[in-house]
């Protein structure tokens, strides 16, 4: 590995993206085997490169999309209007335009379920969509970074307003609702805590179909499976995950399974441990006792450990015994460019390559590419190693 990416660097200079397909090839595998019966989509925010989207539309992944321009990408990559489901708040007549051809769109609001029903009475056209429903309970774990239901939320629909607005939903004669999208949040390495989800997710599907009689058609349980940045995080246990699954739809007796397309999504657990940052030290400096690493690429190229605040694996890659604590900072002029603070490594000199691991989501394109208009990563896509 070492002498590859010394060739990556040497070729494509640095800060770098590397992505390994045959680590997006195994983490498919290992979600279709733990998810027999469903569909999986992509979400394309966690990393929209082209070659990844390409290799995982070949091996049958749908996609999540958040954005208009996400859906045309997936639409460039021939993925079928029936796997694009089209999820997001504060869609605009313009994306719903377009998005009613191309995509299931899931509405997030009852105005924008208002709108959807205008645009197509004006069109003349009736279409089947889906509802992002927020639950009514919240996740009982703290270390969950982002919690996108069960509380007050911009997304989706309130469970409890539902069955008071049965009669309105009614009384939109231009779409018919067939599908519903729960999302409880990301970064889950509990598969209890994603059972749980599941069976309140059935709870409502249950609320759909015999209360409010929509003819359910698919439901997106959402995803969140996390993965362990750090040593003391365990890896989600899915095998556990896979087998009390399939116990909760064995039991499913109120309404037939068997008619409903069941859908997941994943982004952080298909690409994250696929890609890795590469860059090279630039500067070291000490100031005050604190010593400071100085990378060539920060919050311009890599911002999402300042943003989250988790400190990926880190390597260096030089053969030194000796450890030290230090600070890895880009080259922004901004103090807040801060990549791993008072870490310990082993003894750094200029022109060490670091290599930061688990960047495959949430890594370049969540970055502040244009900030102070330094260097931008390359992306290197690896079929074979």
């Known amino acids: 590995m070492k002498n590859n990416i010394n060739e990556l660097v040497n070729k494509y200079g640095f800060p770098l993206y590397v992505y390994y397909e045959n680590i997006i090839k195994n983490k498919i595998e290992i979600l279709k085997n733990t998810f027999e019966k469903f569909e999986i989509l992509y979400s394309y925010k966690a990393n929209p490169n082209k070659e990844i989207i390409n290799f995982l539309s070949a091996n049958n992944i749908g996609a999540d999309v958040a954005s208009i321009n996400e859906v045309k990408l997936a639409n460039k990559m021939n993925i079928s209007k029936e796997k694009i489901l089209y999820s997001s708040p504060g869609k605009v007549e313009e994306d719903i335009n377009y998005a009613i051809e191309n995509s299931i769109i899931i509405a997030n609001s009852y105005s924008e379920l208002k709108m959807i029903d205008k645009i197509c009475k004006e069109k003349n056209k009736k279409i089947k969509i889906g509802i992002r429903i927020n639950p009514n309970v919240e996740f009982n774990e703290k270390n969950i970074f982002e919690i996108m239901g069960g509380r007050a939320s911009q997304f989706g629909i309130d469970e409890e307003t539902l069955l008071e607005k049965k009669e309105w939903l009614y009384s939109l004669e231009y779409i018919e609702i067939i599908g519903i999208h729960v999302y409880m949040g990301s970064g889950i390495l509990n598969y209890k805590l994603i059972c749980d989800n599941f069976r309140y997710i059935l709870n409502i599907v249950d609320l759909c179909i015999n209360k409010m009689n929509f003819n359910i058609k698919f439901i997106d349980f959402g995803g969140g499976f996390g993965i362990p940045y750090t040593k003391k995080k365990n890896k989600l246990d899915m095998k ?3 087998s009390e699954i399939n116990e909760i739809f064995k039991k499913e007796k109120r ?11 994943s982004g952080r657990f298909l690409t994250a441990e696929a890609g890795k940052f590469i860059t090279k030290v630039v500067d070291i400096k000490k100031s005050r006792g604190e010593k400071y690493v100085i990378v060539h690429g920060g919050m311009n190229g890599f911002y999402r450990p300042n943003f989250t605040g988790v400190i990926h694996p880190t390597i260096v890659y030089n053969s030194s015994a000796e450890n030290e604590k230090v600070t890895i ?23 060490d390559i670091i290599v930061i691991s688990n960047a495959g989501s949430y890594g370049y394109t969540m970055s502040l590419l244009e900030f102070i208009s330094q260097r931008q990563p390359k992306e290197i896509y690896i079929k074979n190693i």
């Open 240 to 242: 556990s995950l896979n």
């Open 329 to 351: 900072c880009g080259n922004m002029c901004t103090p807040l460019d801060i990549i791993a603070k008072d870490i310990l490594l082993p003894k750094i000199n200029i022109g």
């Open 255 to 265: 309404f037939n399974i068997d008619n409903i397309r069941l859908i997941i999504e």
